[in-house]
């Protein structure tokens, strides 16, 4: 082996990131969301960098795959996955369990999907250090990218003005009205071009966000909209919302919990359904494709374990006809340039990824990304593209260790209960 490839070394930095005060089902954004960076230091001095989900559930098995893979090779893509079942554990097991999580939103929460979460940081790493040392960007290394650019779609949230009595305020405002999410709409379109757009729902009764939904319509003919309650509503609902709305959206996603139900509303609408709730694992995908409970799947390299993976996965979803989208959760530009690589090399990406990027005011690289007409230039430089911001980096590390464990394990219900004491997360379905 060369010895340039060798790890040497392996640095984690858990980080807090200011967040803004964007409402979901189950509560709101903290001030501080936590995020895990991951550098990867090989024998030749090369760092390669990556980031996922920073609560404690990430950390310990993140810890023991730094300490075990020293010594390995970057290009050992696949003896990583191996080395992470081998000492990852079963990552914390007071948390892993097949309910939907709490705060992410994002599916089933068992020990493999955070084990995957944990290795996509760790694989991006190393991607990126490979990329450094052989003068080749990550596209690269997953066969090359199909095009130049890619689209990105505006991700608007409800939201308020400001966190009830603390953080970092913005000067987007308050948006809890069509007329506010169609104004957030418009300052997403003239800011970044971008040209479709999804609204996070599930936090109103569902009239209500039709209401935004058509309002958004009338404002941007022809663009394609999208509407995710993450699994709040009930499949009769789910099925009032999909005829209400029948023809004006592009896709609507998660409307209801579970594959059961999933197929049921696919089984009586048009509209088509995507997911990254119920098809989060390849467990899930063989029932799910039977039943035809979704016509997209939206893939995030974190939890399916990397870029390599997403690949596979879209492989996967070509073979059975169905479409790949992008999900998102709060990310940094390493996580965006992970995301852009990957989805550069996916032959039949034919929807606008998600991206929460715009709502993040704090990064760890030393120049933003930009997004111009709805998209990013793919970067041909060497490895992601990306430089880290050392002084960024500490600067929101000493936030996580000086916090008092109230942001260390992102809590949209306990957020919530700032504003209104009595707040539980909403049992599901909620309307
Ligand atoms: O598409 C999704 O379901 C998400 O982006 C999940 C996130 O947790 C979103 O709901 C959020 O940031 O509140
Ligand atoms: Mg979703």
Known sequence: MHTALVIDDVRLTPILVSDPPLLNTQGVHQPYTPRLIVEVVTRDGTTGVGETYGDSAYLEPARSLAEALPGRAVTDLNGLFALAEEVCGDAHPHT????????????????????????SAFEVACLDA?????GL???????????DTVEYSAYLFYRWAAHPGAGE???WGAALDPAGVVAQARRFADTYGFGSFKLKGGVFEPDREIAAIRALAEAFPGRPLRLDPNGAWTVPTSLYVADQLKG????????????DGMAIVAASTDVPLATNMCVTTLAELPGAFARDAVR????????????????????????????LSMHSNTHLGISLAAMTHVAATVPDLAYACDSHYPWQTEDVITERHTFTDGRLTVSDAPGLGVEL????????HRRWLEDDGGHRERDDAAAMRVADPEWETPTVPRW
């Open 96 to 119: 892993a369990d097949d309910r939907v999580d709490a705060g992410g939103l994002r599916g089933v929460r068992n020990a493999e999907k955070i084990r995957l979460s944990v290795v």
């Open 130 to 134: 490979l990329g450094r040392i052989q």
């Open 137 to 147: 960007p990550v596209h690269a290394l997953l066969g090359g990218k199909v095009r």
């Open 169 to 171: 305020t913005d000067d």
């Open 248 to 259: 004006v959206l592009e896709y609507l996603e998660d409307p209801t919990s579970g594959t």
């Open 296 to 323: 997209i799947v939206l893939s995030d390299h974190h939890y399916w374990g990397g870029l390599t993976r997403t690949r596979e996965l879209a492989a996967i979803c070509r073979a059975f006809g169905v479409g």
């Open 389 to 396: 911001d050392r002084d960024r980096l500490a600067a929101l």
